[in-house]
Nanobody, 125 residues
Framework: QVQLVESGGGLVQAGGSLRISCAGS????????MGWFRQAPGKVREFVAA????????YYADSVKGRFTISRENAKNTMYLQMNSLKPEDTAVYYC??????????????????WGQGTQVTVSS
């Protein structure tokens, strides 16, 4: 069974840092591109960052470029999102996702077929 579980969310002040993690099955980390998405109250889920299976290429939304870093450790079946210089507008539930169909990750939410349950990140001003 393919599972993804996020952890590490919490409350942080603006300008602070937080690292969230996504643990999953060996099947995912052996083969799939992965990504992070977020959803704020009343808004649609949006792309944050993505990474190829090998970790060799990464992609970011303009809103987080230069502040967030996506990475993965396939040997540990874990993906990370390091978030620096956090802003109140980064407040959202953050989801990790895996795409079993494409070697190059997409920014399109609907094309990811495996999702975690989400972890809340709240940035206070």
């Amino acid at each position: 069974q393919v599972q993804l579980v996020e952890s590490g969310g919490g409350l942080v002040q603006a300008g602070g840092s937080l690292r969230i993690s996504c643990a999953g099955s060996e099947r995912i980390f052996s083969n799939y591109a992965m990504g992070w998405f977020r959803q704020a109250p009343g808004k649609v889920r949006e792309f944050v960052a993505a990474i190829t299976w090998s970790g060799g290429r990464t992609y970011y939304a303009d809103s987080v470029k230069g502040r967030f870093t996506i990475s993965r450790e396939n040997a540990k079946n874990t993906m990370y999102l390091q978030m620096n210089s956090l802003k109140p507008e980064d407040t959202a539930v953050y989801y990790c996702a895996a795409d079993s169909s494409r070697p190059i990750p997409t920014m399109t939410t609907a094309l990811y077929n495996y999702w975690g349950q989400g972890t809340q990140v709240t940035v206070s001003s």
